[in-house]
């Protein structure tokens, strides 16, 4: 059982937005501002796509956005195209012996 | 480019022992901490270790005592010796870049070495 709870599995049309949450607890989301976002496709390494909750690297696309409120940070795709279906990771510095944490992954499909 | 590749992966069984190794190249590695990160089959990410840029080293519980992370910084190179490996531990292996002051980061990953542990 990973330390933050995402939903399995998410999906949507091209062109139309969907939000992937990640659910964690006062030690990790809620007390710092370190939240990322992965995208991994199948066979590949995973990318980082989003750091410090709601910025994106340099290449990343703007459809790309991300935003926390409490114990729950959230990763929203507008605009969802074909290549955006992947799995995608949240993951949260901790500041305690645990260092980091992942979610399990959910998983996106365009319909 | 940043560009890290491990190698060292493969089929051990229940009580041995692996190395893997990660060169990297298009940064100033000695600069950078390095962290290995899990994934099993399958499933989702576990971070497993981390050594920063002065060399100090931190453990999942989960590996702690079995598993010890270091670099050489002549080679551009991290290194994740693992000890008493148990089935648990089989899962494809990445290291990744830690970039501390711009949200505690890893934004280069390797392409993953496959560590099997069975009889």
């Known amino acids: 059982q990973s330390a933050l709870t995402q939903p399995a599995s998410v999906s949507g049309s091209p062109g139309q937005s969907i939000t992937i949450s990640c659910t964690g607890t006062?030690?990790?989301?809620?007390?710092?501002?370190?939240v990322s976002w992965y995208q991994q496709h199948p066979g590949k390494a995973p990318k980082l796509i989003i750091f410090?909750?709601?910025n994106r690297p340099s290449g990343v696309s703007s459809r790309f956005s991300g935003s926390k409120s409490g114990n729950t940070a959230s990763l929203t795709i507008s605009g969802l195209q074909a290549e955006d279906e992947a799995d995608y990771y949240c993951?949260?510095?901790?500041?305690?012996?645990?260092?980091?944490?992942f979610g399990g992954g959910t998983k996106v499909t365009v319909l | 480019e940043v560009q890290l590749l491990e190698s060292g992966g493969g089929l051990v069984q229940p009580g041995g022992s692996l190395r893997l190794s990660c060169a990297a190249s298009?940064?100033?590695?000695?600069?950078?901490?390095m962290s290995w990160v899990r994934q099993t089959p399958g499933k989702g990410l576990e971070w497993v270790s981390v050594?920063?840029?002065?060399?100090?080293?931190a453990y999942a519980e989960s590996v702690k005592d079995r598993f010890t992370v270091s670099r050489d910084n002549s080679k551009n190179t991290v290194y994740l010796q693992m000890n008493g490996l148990r089935a648990e531990d089989t899962a494809v292996y990445y290291c990744a870049k830690l970039t501390w002051n711009s949200g505690r980061i890893f934004d280069s990953w390797g392409q993953g070495t496959l560590v099997t542990v069975s009889s």
């Open positions: 298009g940064f100033t590695f000695s600069t950078y901490g």
């Open positions: 050594i920063s840029d002065s060399g100090v080293t």
């Open positions: 993951s949260s510095y901790t500041g305690s012996s645990t260092n980091w944490v």
């Open positions: 410090e909750v709601g």
């Open positions: 006062s030690s990790d989301i809620g007390g710092y501002n370190y």
